[in-house]
């Protein structure tokens, strides 16, 4: 079984920052595109940033500059380091794993984690 677990929402201060960290665990468990999405209250969940298992990256126009994803393919590993926060960063933030499970391809979602940007 694939589990997905998310860590490091928050609430902070407009212009701070937040690094979100997120690992899929399962034995036979290979990942490849690794993203982030979120969800603000009301709105459809949008992707923020993505990055293949080769290390391209692909981001959200809204967070281009302020916002770096990376991973650890070792540890089947995605962060989302987010600096300059603005109060529309305010949503829940969902990580996104595609990968193999025993071969077979699917896609994998967090529980999500709540960041809070206050004015």
């Known amino acids: 079984q694939v589990k997905v677990v998310e860590s490091g929402g928050g609430l902070v201060q407009a212009g701070g920052s937040l690094r979100l960290s997120c690992a899929a665990s399962g034995s036979m468990f290979t990942s490849y595109t690794m993203g982030w999405y979120r969800q603000a209250p009301g709105k459809q969940r949008d992707l923020v940033a993505q990055?293949?298992?080769?290390?391209?990256?692909n981001y959200a126009d809204s967070v281009k500059g302020r916002f770096t994803i990376s991973r650890d393919n070792a540890k089947d590993a995605v962060y989302l380091q987010m600096n300059s926060l603005k109060p529309e960063d305010t949503a829940v933030y969902y990580c996104n794993i595609r990968g193999t499970y025993y071969y077979t391809m699917g896609t994998y979602w967090g529980q999500g984690t709540q960041v809070t940007v206050s004015s």
């Open positions: 990055i293949t298992r080769g290390g391209t990256t």
